[in-house]
Structures are given as C-alpha cells and as structure tokens.
C-alpha cells in the first residue's frame, strides 16, 4: 500500500467563517495543519506517496507545501476547476495510479489512530474485494446496512428489516483499481453512486471493515475542532470500543 488519496476540496461550509481564508485540511491542530495528522497516520502504515484534490483557495496549499512534499514523502496536487466531490474526484485521478495496487483513500478533515494495518489484513482476508470501508457501531451516523458477514448491502438511513448490522463510515476506505470503472468523472457525484453501481454488478464487491478500537473525530463542525484545536485527538472524538467488546 504505498498511495493515499486525500480528499481536499470540499468548501468546508460548517466551518465557516475560518474556511473563508483558508480550506478546512490547512486548519491548525495542535501547531500543524490538519492534514499532517493524516498523512502521519498513512506514512506509519507504509504510505509513501500522497495525492491531494484541491479546488478551494488552491493557492493556500502551495504556500502549506510549497516543495510538493511532507518529511521527504512526495504529494501531487490535483486542481478541480469545478469541485468534483469524493467519487468524481477519485475518478479524476485515475491516470496517476498504479493500475495494479490498492489505493487508500483517507478523507483529510478527520482525526483517527485506528489501526490501518487492521483494516490492510482484512482487504486482503476477504480476497481484496473492490472495496473495503473502515467502520463502526459506536458511531450516530449508522447509514451502512450490511449483512451478518460484512457485505455493504445498501447506503440508507432507515432501520434494518432484513437482519444483518448498521455501521458508520469512518471515511478512510481500501480501494482496488477494479472499482473505477464505476465512477465517473464528467458530473460531480457522491463515491456512494460508485458503491452502488458496483454493487449491481456484484453483491460482493463491497466490504466493510468493522473497526472496534480506537478514537475517531470528524473535525466537521467548530465545536468538533474547538476540542482537539490545541491538543489534537488525545481523549477527544468518539470511542470506537463497542459495548460487547467491553471488559
């Protein structure tokens, strides 16, 4: 696993007045910009090589990296004329990926220290399917229904009537080159419409990857980046440990 895709080009709207001057990845915490936190994470699993979007104040990541690299490691900024959200956007890098090698993709406006070798072990348990998400029970937003195995059966936000589990998506997420020919590329759309397609061509094309360790925050609001602001994840965000793994 050597590339991480960093998802950078959201308009960071919640966090406003802030992201008016500044995209949301760039946001200090605890003396860095938020995206080092996540690209520290990746470089600890064994990333070496970082692709970025961008589309909002692109400018102001040239003057973050201005040598187009982090402690030694190269990032290749991809500029979006119009902002392509997450599946676009991964389409849109198509080109500069290794058609043989998975891809993380790792949105950069969340703090986490799962464990990716975790989440790397059990893409490959499963036989590497076309995608694997990083998950958990212990979040609000419980809108992946999967069944009992962890096959992702559908994206929604009603209550599961056919058995199986309700997760979160933790937006860090093992992607195989496979799955871009569901994505497109000319209209900005969802990588949720890429599940979806992939799924229609195969039940088993998509997996989640139910993490039960660790803490997550998503820095998505001011009160969320208030709280790690100073000090960064520490005891902040949510516990991943589920109830019935509870000692």
Known sequence: MRTAFLPSAGLGKRLRPMTERIPKPLLPIAGEPMICHVMRHCAASGVQRFI?????????????????????????????????????????????????????????????????????????????????????????????????????????????QDGGKRLQFLGIALIEPGFLQFLQKDTPESIIHGWTRSLAADPHSVRTCEIDMGRWQDIGTLAAYESVRETGLGSHGISLKNPSTAS
């Open 52 to 160: 970025v979007n961008t589309s909002h104040l692109p400018d102001a990541f040239e003057v973050a990296f201005p040598d187009h690299e982090w402690e030694g490691l190269p990032i290749e900024f991809v500029y979006e004329p119009e902002r392509l959200e997450t599946g676009a956007g991964l389409k849109n890098i198509e080109h500069l990926l290794d058609p043989e090698e998975p891809l993380l993709v790792y949105n950069s406006d969340i703090l986490t220290d799962i464990s990716l070798a975790d989440l790397y072990r059990n893409h490959d348990e499963f036989n590497r399917p076309l995608v694997t998400l990083a998950s958990t029970r212990a979040g609000k937003e419980l809108h992946l229904c999967t069944d009992d195995d962890g096959r992702l059966l559908r994206v929604d936000r009603e209550p599961t």
